[in-house]
């Protein structure tokens, strides 16, 4: 099931290279969430959390926001089966809604 969500990105962070002969590609997302949003215990306020997107190429469209960050956009997750958790969000996609701030 796919489903779209308003989200905060503080951070975007491309990671691409090679391991042992294995190559990976991704963006990592840093995206505003609700402390208590799988909290056992009592907590308030808001932190980032990381979500990755298999291809380093995304960071590229977001290079030109850094300076405007953080900054709002539409995220597509898809709920996915996880083995300790039952469920978990993937992102699927992300797109600014907001325009790069000029320069003063």
């Known amino acids: 099931m796919q489903f779209k969500s308003e989200v ?7 990671s691409q290279g ?15 969430v609700d402390l208590a ?8 306020g808001r932190a980032t959390r990381p979500f990755k997107i298999n291809d ?15 900054i709002k956009a539409v ?3 898809e709920m996915a089966a996880a083995a300790q958790d039952g469920t978990r969000m993937v992102l ?3 797109r600014p809604l907001e325009q790069a701030k000029k320069a003063a």
């Open 8 to 14: 905060i990105v503080h951070g975007v962070k491309e």
């Open 37 to 44: 949003e799988n909290s056992a215990g009592r907590s308030i």
């Open 18 to 32: 090679s391991i042992e002969g294995r190559d990976f590609s991704s963006t990592t997302f840093h995206c505003e």
């Open 56 to 70: 380093a190429k995304e960071f590229d469209k977001w290079a030109h926001l850094g300076a405007s960050l953080p």
């Open 92 to 94: 699927v996609d992300i």
């Open 75 to 77: 995220a597509t997750f």
